[in-house]
């Protein structure tokens, strides 16, 4: 069957660009008004190479799955800043616009900040990348995520340094955001139940670059291995200095850290050697193979979280294909989230199903050592694969 498309591009204020993408089978539309599916992504900016490649990865997925519905299917995709302040106004939005379910939001607080909006109206909302335990501790049911949970990595990370390093002088050092102030409470909660204790927590700020001071610190402590909860950039500047200072202690960092930008930050030097925990290669995964093949011959390079979201899109406008909701009525849209919840999705990421607070069931991750030529990005190797225990005590944190 023949598809058309048709895109559009308008300029909006607070919440920035919007790109409509109308998917139509005019055989099978019948008149009927159009699914309306909306993407969120982060802002122009740093992140904003994120964003355009989770754009084409929604528009990617809005082909491939687009048949048997019956309806046309249009993708509606948002860009939004880091600001959670904003975020319940973008919900508040797509919510006008007439969606039937929502992949985002990107960060954890702005997933946060707009989640009780689509629970209110009963839209689905898939999360790609958001991995604060507190998201989905909320109890809505109509949300899920396709990542990880932090205190699961923090959780990871300290077993490494345990099992793996035999640390016994560790420092954690966070950016003090959700995502950075969480896996560095995942780590210290697991050593805790270990019997083990941390040296110190130290605190820096994104966009910091000169970390003299703190670095004199850690130099008096004498840590033998450092835990790092933030993003690459910050990561990058101060393995640096570490390293120019003469520490010599092990660096563990989070997802956000790898990422070829943290090599250059911290140059090769002090880079190699470091220890990151993420995700399985997705490149190994047979599931994903075509779909990072035509990603790429369009695209480029694949880049973090599209597969994600790519699988995000797909499993919601599976669940609109199973539940065949009538409208976009509460009523109707909880049987898509009962569909979402009680099907298994076959994915670029293989077999996809989740729990019943709307975590992956299954979320594995594994520890990555930096080295030029690593099988990840030319700079990133697998060691091994880690997972956290189910239903563990830690990974079920009190809403908070």
């Known amino acids: 069957m023949r598809w058309t498309l048709s895109t559009g591009r308008a300029m909006l204020g607070g919440a920035g660009g ?60 948002h860009e939004e800043p880091f600001d959670p302040r904003q975020s319940p106004g973008l919900a508040e939005r797509l919510v006008r616009e007439g969606v039937w379910g929502v992949v985002g939001h990107f960060y954890s607080s702005t997933s946060i900040a707009a989640s009780a909006v689509y629970a209110e109206q009963g839209i689905p909302q898939i999360t790609p990348a958001a991995t604060h335990p507190r998201l989905t501790a909320q109890g809505f049911s109509n949300l899920f995520r396709l990542a990880g ?56 700020a994104q966009g910091d670059r000169d970390f003299a001071a703190l670095v004199g610190r850690l130099r008096a402590l004498k840590p033998d291995a450092l835990s790092f909860g933030g993003v690459f950039r910050e990561a990058g ?59 790429e011959e369009r695209d480029g390079t694949l880049g973090p979280y599209v597969l994600q979201t790519y699988d995000a899109l797909g499993a919601l406008v599976q669940a609109i294909r199973t539940a065949r909701p009538g409208s976009r009525t509460p009523e109707e849209l909880r049987k898509v989230v009962q569909a979402i919840r ?36 030319g700079w990133f190797e697998p060691l091994a694969e880690r997972r956290p225990a189910a239903g563990a005590a830690a990974s079920r944190p009190a809403a908070r």
């Not at 409509?20 to 909306?38: E, F, Y």
């Not at 390293?243 to 790898?258: I, M, Y």
């Not at 996809?352 to 690593?374: C, K």
């Open 342 to 377: 009680g099907t298994a999705y076959r994915g670029a990421l293989g077999r996809l199903r989740w729990d019943s607070q709307g975590d992956l069931a299954e979320s594995p991750y594994i520890i990555y050592v930096t080295r030029r030529g690593g099988s990840l990005h």
């Open 237 to 295: 500047h101060l393995l640096r200095q570490l390293r120019q200072a003469g520490l010599t202690a092990a660096f563990l960092g989070g997802d956000a850290v790898l990422d070829p930008e943290f090599i250059t930050a911290a140059g090769e030097a002090a880079a190699a050697g470091a220890y990151l925990t993420s995700w399985p290669d997705p490149r190994r995964l047979s599931s994903a193979q075509d779909v990072i093949r035509r990603f």
């Open 18 to 77: 919007v790109l409509l993408l109308l998917l139509a089978a005019p055989a099978l539309a019948g008149g009927l008004p159009a699914v309306k599916i909306g993407l969120v992504v982060p802002a122009a900016g740093e992140a904003g190479r994120l964003g355009e490649r989770m754009r084409r990865a929604g528009e990617m997925a809005l082909a491939d799955t687009a048949g048997g519905l019956g309806r046309p299917l249009e993708l509606i995709v």
């Open 149 to 204: 949970r932090d205190d699961q990595q923090g959780q990871t990370g300290a077993e490494f340094l345990r099992a793996g390093l035999q640390a016994r002088r560790v420092v954690a050092v966070h950016d003090q955001t959700e995502y950075g102030r969480t896996l560095a409470q995942g780590l210290l909660l697991a050593m805790q139940r270990r019997g083990r204790r941390v040296l110190a927590v130290e605190e820096i």
